[in-house]
């Protein structure tokens, strides 16, 4: 599965830096993961810094889901912890398991929820990053993690910003 991933990031990162228009490049490159991970939705957007919420800026979303941009905030109350040990840490992915009994699976109606970012972009205003709603439980080489990273920052490099939102 590595190697799809890997290929679908590359490939989106070579879009979103080449193709005039960056929003219909970033979406391709969305689509493409969607598909690589097999995913039932998948975003970029900016984290809080304390990992409470994510400001979604574009979305790509299986079956009839709404695709393009998106100004939904989704609360990550439920597992801020894990997402504040996370950007602690130098990793640039972290997997987190959604119990069906679990609060948070209201929220993201998932397997698992797939967090990628870029370590070598510091922002105080909150971390650009790649969510993805999975099917089943996969996990990341840090190659194609990587990968994913060089999309997120050529994604950064083109896009306008954005104010953060206080979301529940």
């Known amino acids: 599965m590595g190697d799809l991933v890997t290929e679908a990031a590359i490939t989106g990162a070579a879009l979103v830096r080449h193709l005039n228009d960056a929003r219909f490049a970033s979406l391709r490159a969305l689509r493409q993961l969607l598909r690589a991970l097999d995913a ?11 990992g ?3 400001q979604e800026e574009l979305v790509w979303a299986s079956g009839f889901g709404r695709c393009g941009e998106s100004e ?19 990793k640039d992915a972290l997997s ?4 069906t009994r679990s ?3 209201h929220e993201v109606p998932c397997d ?13 205003g909150g971390t650009l990053i790649l969510a993805a709603q999975l099917r089943g439980s996969v996990v990341l080489p840090d190659e194609t993690a990587r990968a994913i ?5 050529e994604y950064a490099g083109r896009r306008e910003p954005v104010t953060l939102q206080t979301g529940t």
């Open 72 to 90: 939904r905030v989704l609360s990550c109350a439920a597992f801020a912890d894990e997402i504040r040990g996370w950007l602690a840490s130098t």
């Open 112 to 124: 698992q929820l797939l967090l990628v970012r870029d370590c070598r972009s510091k922002n105080d």
């Open 103 to 105: 609060p948070a699976w």
């Open 40 to 50: 039932e939705r998948i975003a970029i957007g900016v984290l809080h810094p304390d």
């Open 149 to 153: 990273a060089v999309l997120i920052r």
């Open 96 to 99: 987190i398991s959604i119990d």
């Open 52 to 54: 409470s919420s994510l």
